[in-house]
């Protein structure tokens, strides 16, 4: 069925850059959400960002101005820039697609570390 592939992740210093890509592939169909994921030790899973298939972003207020998520336009990957990071970003970055209607489906991939310190 679908699946997702992270890749990116590593270790910066604070106030460096990252760039994030998710490739999914399967049974997409055409109307989706997808984005990023993140989960900290000991902490709960929580939003990065988001994008629809249509091209609407979804912002955790945390990331809002530092974070940009972008979507090709012809392949079902997502990317998510990361600038300006800092320590409390460090974390398991998951990315995840998901869609609902006669052939629903929530799929996560393995995970890639960030991590920010000096």
């Known amino acids: 069925q679908v699946q997702v592939v992270e890749s990116g992740g590593g270790l910066v210093q604070p106030g460096g850059s990252l760039r994030l890509s998710c490739v999914a592939s399967?049974?997409?169909?055409?109307?989706?959400?997808m984005g990023w994921y993140r989960q900290a030790p000991g902490k709960q899973r929580e939003l990065v960002a988001t994008?629809?298939?249509?091209?609407?972003?979804n912002y955790a207020d945390s990331v809002k101005d530092r974070f940009i998520i972008s979507k090709d336009n012809a392949k079902v990957t997502v990317s998510l820039q990361m600038n300006s990071l800092k320590p409390e970003d460090t974390a398991v970055y998951y990315c995840?697609?998901?869609?609902?209607?006669?052939?629903?489906?929530?799929?996560w991939g393995q995970g890639t570390q960030v991590t920010v310190s000096s």
């Open positions: 399967g049974r997409i169909f055409s109307i989706y959400t």
């Open positions: 995840n697609i998901r869609a609902a209607g006669p052939r629903p489906y929530d799929s």
């Open positions: 994008i629809t298939s249509g091209g609407f972003p």
